[in-house]
């Protein structure tokens, strides 16, 4: 099923924290909490999901954002973006240790804040998949090294995928996805609630995609391995959905639904 990213806002300024959360969640993200110091950063972090962190430099408390953060992110990874007033030297140097995906300097705007989370997350997966430092932003520009996230529509964080839908990406987790349509150069998801569509061949929505959970059994389909009821030489049902299954792609399906 679709589920929101989950963002994590470290402001102390209340009405500033409570307009950026408005706005977040007006756009489709889910706020799991405002925090105004990092030892109530830190309790929110651990105790809830948080697929990126948003966090003003200068906060109450004994650690300021850029030490909150580090506190953060030796519990677990997660993307960050940094949203301050202060953009001097020293202050970038020391936020640039943390390794963020974004910096971006207030006053900003809604559509920059949108690009610098699609490329937080973008830089983070990246980041995870190839093991090198992410690719930094300043004030919603990145670097002409970094990839255009757009590129990559397709973003896998452990077992979720990241969709790129419009202009911004929707957190699905592999489980919920049923099956794969193929339609041309457009790739539909297909869950049990929802689907999507991406502008991409289903070849090569497969090649990004874990082999051991999804497997071809048509030219114009795919599916969840682990979704699968039933299978005959011509159809294969899982759940309300039944597609056809091709002799050329029966024995591939086989191997893979013993693996499973």
């Given at each position: 099923?679709?589920t929101?990213?989950h ?5 102390d300024?209340?009405?500033l ?26 309790s ?15 906060i ?32 970038i140097?020391r ?12 006053p ?77 150069i ?27 959970r999804f ?21 294969v ?12 792609f029966k ?10």
């Amino acid at each position: 099923m679709h589920t929101p990213v989950h963002i994590l806002v470290i402001e102390d300024e209340a009405v500033l924290a409570m307009t950026l959360s408005d706005k977040l969640e007006a756009e489709g993200y889910t706020v799991i909490g405002i925090a105004n110091n990092g030892a109530k950063a830190l309790s929110l972090f651990t105790a809830n999901s948080v697929d990126l962190v948003l966090s003003d430099i200068q906060i109450k408390g004994p650690w300021d954002g850029i030490e909150t953060v580090r506190q953060l992110v030796q519990q677990r990874p997660v993307p960050v973006i940094y949203l301050t007033a202060y953009a001097d030297s020293d202050t970038i140097t020391r936020a640039k240790q943390t390794y963020p995906a974004a910096y971006l300097a207030k006053p900003f705007d809604i559509s920059s804040l949108r690009l610098a989370i699609d490329l937080a997350i973008h830089n983070f997966v990246q980041r995870l998949n190839a093991d090198l430092p992410t690719t930094k932003t300043i004030n919603g520009q990145h670097d002409v090294a970094d990839r255009d996230p757009a590129r990559d529509p397709i973003l896998q964080v452990n077992d979720q995928l990241f969709l790129k839908q419009g202009y911004q990406f929707v957190k699905v987790n592999l489980v919920d996805i049923v099956l794969l349509e193929a339609d041309n150069i457009y790739t539909t998801f297909v869950t049990s609630t929802r689907k999507y569509a991406l502008r991409l061949p289903l070849t090569s929505v497969l090649e990004k995609l874990p082999a051991k959970r999804f497997v071809r059994v048509h030219r114009s389909y795919a599916v969840n391995v682990s979704q699968v009821d039933t299978f005959s030489d011509h159809e294969v049902t899982l759940g309300k959905y039944s597609v056809p299954m091709s002799k050329n792609f029966k024995d591939e399906f086989i191997h893979r639904l013993r693996a499973s």
